[in-house]
């Protein structure tokens, strides 16, 4: 898979040189056009996953960006509008995942989202504390971090 991977990349900046243009959006389009070349020719190389893995990372892309969208207008509103509507709480959040490179992505994911920080993982590993603007009910907060990053960072580097 990670052959397939370099290889794509390699298509993609062939792109670019096709192109005669190196910019990030002609990039991402080599990439793509790259991608549905190898999808295309897959019994060539066999039953390698690769075209589910990059799905499965562009669906963890796109749930960030929404996720950034909506808690940074969340943020926005609360700072133009008189009076405050924050009720913050550290929430500690139960882990399933135990890779610590998958650990270190979901934290990350989670402080560069408006609203919110990871603060600490317990000693184990198996716990995340977070400190979130916006707490109506901390298990809710926890079964949206679990359903929405977690499974998502999981799947995407599983």
């Not at 690769?50 to 926005?76: D, M, P, T």
């Not at 882990?95 to 603060?119: E, F, K, M, R, V």
């Not at 109506?136 to 999981?154: L, Q, S």
């Amino acid at each position: 898979m990670t052959n397939l991977f370099r290889l794509n990349l390699l298509l993609a900046m062939g792109w670019c040189a096709l192109w005669g243009a190196f910019t990030s959006l002609n990039f991402v389009a080599g990439f793509l056009v790259g991608f549905a070349a190898l999808s295309v020719a897959s019994p060539i190389f066999g039953s390698t996953g690769y075209s589910g893995q990059v799905i499965r990372i562009a669906n963890l892309a796109a749930y960030f960006v929404w996720e950034l969208s909506i808690s940074s207008a969340q943020v926005a509103w609360d700072v133009i509008t008189p009076g405050h509507k924050s009720s913050p709480a550290i929430v500690a959040v139960p882990l399933d995942i135990t890779d610590p490179l998958q650990i270190l992505l979901l934290a990350n994911l989670i402080s560069l989202t408006p609203g919110s920080l990871t603060l600490d993982s317990s000693p184990d590993e198996k716990t995340l504390y977070v400190h979130i603007m916006y707490v109506a009910d901390p298990d809710d907060v926890r079964r949206r971090i679990k359903t929405g990053f977690e499974r998502r960072v999981r799947e995407a580097m599983g």
